[in-house]
């Protein structure tokens, strides 16, 4: 059960696009298509922003969207607003009935 | 409206033991699978246990298995998460979440968390 990896930052001008890796392996995020993206605001709780790799809950923006090649997963934020400045976390089902989250991108909008 | 409110955090000395709730409100409760998720200060999320809707089935991270037990109340529309021999590296804000249906990996609802602190 080894946390995923992400870069510890990330950053854009408002207006460009941004994109977030999250490494694993092949028992989890190259294993099944259950990968999750969370956005989360100092003090907040976490928001669910994508599941399964690429399906985006209702009311998320269409500027959120995720990918999957292999054992990495990405999030592109598209159109950076200042609001999307936030932390950012990747799930994945591990197998064995567990889950495993990457340790956390923090996103700046320049 | 959908709503998880957590409760019962606090500050206990290493050993001790402490039981969360989560109450919850605006869905059928005993429809989803519920998780806990936690975040230690300034650290990221760890997924902790999750159980499923008739409570037949319950899943640990193994760093709490043996000490941490997930259980439900359908008819109190409730999560609970009784935590015994407690250790300092358990301090942290503790989440319950809801599984999106089929997804029940993905975590669509959150409560606001509640505070963990372990500390003699």
């Known amino acids: 059960q080894s946390a995923l990896t992400q870069p510890p930052s990330a950053s854009g001008s408002p207006g460009q696009s941004v994109t977030i890796s999250c490494t694993g392996t092949?028992?989890?995020?190259?294993?099944?298509?259950?990968v999750s993206w969370y956005q989360q605001h100092p003090g907040k709780a976490p928001k669910l922003m994508i599941y399964?790799?690429?399906k985006r809950p209702s009311g998320v923006p269409d500027r959120f969207s995720g990918s999957k090649s292999g054992n990495t997963a990405s999030l592109t934020v598209s159109g950076l607003q200042a609001e999307d400045e936030a932390d950012y976390y990747c799930?994945?089902?591990?197998?064995?009935?567990?889950?495993?989250f990457g340790g956390g991108t923090k996103l700046t909008v320049l | 409206e959908v709503q998880l409110v957590e409760s019962g955090g606090d500050l206990v000395q290493p050993g001790g033991s402490l039981r969360l709730s989560c109450a919850t409100s605006?869905?059928?409760?005993?429809?989803?699978?519920m998780t806990w998720v936690r975040q230690a200060p300034g650290k990221g999320l760890e997924w902790v246990a999750n159980?499923?809707?008739?409570?037949?089935?319950?899943y640990y991270v193994d760093s709490v298995k043996g000490r941490f037990t997930i259980s439900r109340d359908n008819a109190k529309n409730s999560l609970y998460l009784q935590m015994n021999s407690l250790r300092a590296e358990d301090t942290a804000v503790f989440y319950c979440?809801?599984?999106?249906?089929?997804?029940?990996?993905?975590?669509?609802?959150w409560g606001q968390g509640t505070m963990v602190t372990v500390s003699s």
């Open positions: 799930s994945s089902y591990a197998g064995s009935n567990t889950l495993v």
């Open positions: 159980i499923k809707q008739d409570g037949s089935e319950n």
């Open positions: 979440a809801r599984g999106r249906g089929f997804s029940r990996w993905a975590f669509d609802i």
């Open positions: 399964d790799v690429i």
């Open positions: 092949s028992s989890d995020v190259g294993g099944y298509n259950y």
């Open positions: 605006g869905f059928t409760f005993g429809s989803y699978w």
